[in-house]
């Protein structure tokens, strides 16, 4: 069995979410706590994973910033891109990240704006704890929906390890400054990478909002682990949740954000989760919440509008 298998099968028996409690600095000490060789192992994955999935807006919620490792089918071959069916406009809203208990974790801001076919749109979390989570998307939506640009910043107590990373489609290049813990040098990894053209950090509840709500579909992210590499993800309607929204009966539909593992690797990994995502559909789609990790193997943590 290849090493870098090894590595990721170890990794994902640790079940650190599952016995955390949700609480991220248990999760933060038990990787913390982890051989040299595990703790290298566990860099692949999907940075902003609960949040890459944008909040509609674009938090991108997690639930990354799904999870990555060399068990993952690395996708050669691109997709379609996914069609404007509702233009995304100038928007400002302060979403919250809560523990499934309720607890507020950090107070969110998001600045959205729209120049003609091009939206630059940044969500910030501020965590209790000092953390910081930076998510800055740049897209173009004439027709389809395409990423130009991509920044995720993370960092604090909240989160196993701290990264700066982008990757721009103009220019080709990507760069990333990467430390595993406070005791470890920061790497700096510079080079090319060419997004393609269903590449969508940072938008999936996006694209959530403008995809036929029977069927699935399945795209891409880059993952940084720590240097970019890509993976697919599908994106499933599962289900028609009632909702309530200002205290009035809705019906959501509950997508699973779902990072697709090669044959052997789902042979041996069983418990990475879905992200899920509610979206309340219409005339004018809106995002309702989301749950999911937003590290490897990190707590379930929701994020909501208010």
Not at 126 to 140: C, I, Q
Not at 163 to 178: H, P
């Amino acid at each position: 069995m290849p090493q870098k298998i090894v590595r990721y099968v170890e990794r994902a028996s640790l079940s650190t979410r599952s016995s955390s409690g949700g609480d991220p600095i248990v999760a933060r000490h038990r990787y913390k706590s982890l051989s040299p060789a595990r703790r290298f192992s566990s860099r692949s994955h999907f940075r902003g994973t609960l949040f890459a999935c944008g909040l509609g807006m674009t938090p991108r919620m997690v639930v990354a910033s799904l999870v990555c490792g060399a068990a993952f089918i690395s996708a050669p071959v691109e997709a379609e891109p996914v069609r404007v069916l509702f233009q995304e406009g100038v928007t400002r809203a302060f979403p919250v990240v809560r523990s499934l208990t309720g607890q507020k974790l950090a107070q969110g801001d998001l600045i959205q704006v729209a120049r003609g076919d091009r939206v630059d749109s940044r969500m910030t979390f501020r965590f209790a704890d000092g953390s910081l989570y930076d998510e800055h998307v740049v897209y173009s939506q004439a027709g389809v929906f395409s990423l130009l640009s991509y920044r995720l910043v993370q960092r604090g107590p909240s989160f196993p390890e701290t990264l700066e990373a982008s990757v721009d489609r103009e220019t080709g290049r990507y760069e990333v400054r990467y430390r595993a813990d406070e005791d470890s040098p920061e790497e700096l990894l510079t080079g090319q990478f060419t997004l393609p053209a269903d590449a969508y950090n940072g938008m999936l509840s996006l694209l959530l909002k403008n995809l036929p709500r029977r069927s699935d579909t399945i795209v891409q992210v880059v993952a940084f682990t720590p240097r970019p590499r890509l993976v697919k993800v599908q994106l499933l309607p599962i289900a028609d949740d009632p909702v309530l929204v200002s205290d009035s009966p809705q019906q959501g539909i509950r997508w699973a954000i779902r990072p697709q593992l090669g044959l052997f690797a789902s042979l041996l990994v069983s418990d990475i989760p879905d992200v899920h995502c509610w979206i309340l559909p219409g005339e004018a789609p809106a995002f309702l919440k989301a749950e999911g990790p937003l590290y490897f193997q990190g707590p379930i943590w929701r994020i909501e509008p208010n």
